[in-house]
């Protein structure tokens, strides 16, 4: 199990290049990606959402990549071979025409500006491309295992969450043993009173009291809850990505629990009830942050 809530850093330096890459996730219902890198880098924007994609399944992803270039990686170093050309001819000019002593060597043409440029790399992404990408798997590597201890941490919570939930339930089916006993003798006096033996037909009478008895016996309700808790701690012994499904389980939880409550007449049954609900919605609080 992995909480959706993570850091991770990674930092490269070499003479060509400087990377520096953060990554932190948050809790999201899908799987969204925020990116801030250099527009230099902009065409890897795919490349490293497939690269995290295949780590992660949920979360909103934020990344930073900072980075610098340097010796090759800065472009290639042209020489201007038409205004060397030009300047040589003026040299020359200028030598003969007013008779300077002296060869014309390097420390002329270097003295002009853009006689040396720099020409960008129009596929520096590319090249830079697998540094950068063991850097960002360093700094996932870091961010997964916060993840990881982070969710570990969940799973201890919600395991203790939910055996309550099993024991309450435990509680509600004993009482509701008793209080439909209780409920039937209640009924069958009450109804002797209201009405007339010698009338009312008594097989009539019984079937509709258990009827009504019926109506409020809560044991399929009480089944359908335990089994439920049941599916819900299998998933938290799952690997992968389970936040989803477990949120699924949590509103058919919910809607027995709420069943329950209204079709139980007994006041511990309601009160046990109304813990159980809290409980269940704990639990769908921390399950919020799990992939």
């Keep these: 199990m992995n909480s959706m809530t993570g850091y991770g850093k990674a930092y490269f330096k070499d003479k060509k290049q400087i990377i520096g890459i953060e990554i932190s996730s948050v809790n999201n219902r899908f799987l969204e990606y925020a990116i801030r890198l250099p527009r230099e880098l902009g065409s890897l924007e795919l490349k490293i959402k497939e690269l995290i994609g295949t780590k992660i399944q949920r979360g909103k992803i934020n990344i930073n990549i900072a980075f610098e270039e340097s010796g090759s990686v800065a472009g290639n170093l042209v020489l201007n071979k038409p205004l060397t050309k030009e300047i040589y001819y003026h040299l020359k000019a200028l030598k003969k025409e007013y008779k300077l002593e002296g060869d014309i060597d390097i420390n002329h043409f270097l003295s002009f500006p853009d006689i040396l440029k720099v020409e960008k790399c129009n596929n520096i992404g590319e090249q830079i491309w697998p540094q950068l990408k063991k850097t960002i798997n360093k700094a996932l590597s870091e961010l997964l295992s916060m993840r990881l201890r982070e969710g570990a941490n969940l799973k201890k919570d919600i395991t203790v969450r939910t055996k309550k939930l099993l024991a309450d339930i435990a509680k509600i089916e004993k009482l509701s043993v008793i209080n439909r006993q209780i409920h039937n003798e209640r009924l069958t006096k009450k109804l002797g009173e209201l009405l007339n033996r010698n009338v009312v037909n008594d097989s009539r009478l019984e079937e509709e009291i258990a009827y009504l008895v019926e109506r409020s016996d809560i044991t399929e309700e009480c089944v ?48 046990i009830t109304v813990e159980i609900k809290e409980g269940v919605e704990q639990i769908r609080e921390q399950i919020q942050n799990i992939e």
Excluded: D, W, Y
């Excluded at 809850?225 to 299998?234: A, E, G, T």
């Design 224 to 271: 359908r809850f335990r089994s439920h808790v049941r599916q819900f701690q299998s998933a938290i012994k799952q690997t992968g990505p389970v936040g989803k499904k477990m949120n699924f389980i949590l509103q058919e939880l919910n809607r027995e629990s709420n069943t329950i409550g209204s079709k139980a007449a007994n006041n511990e049954i309601a009160s």
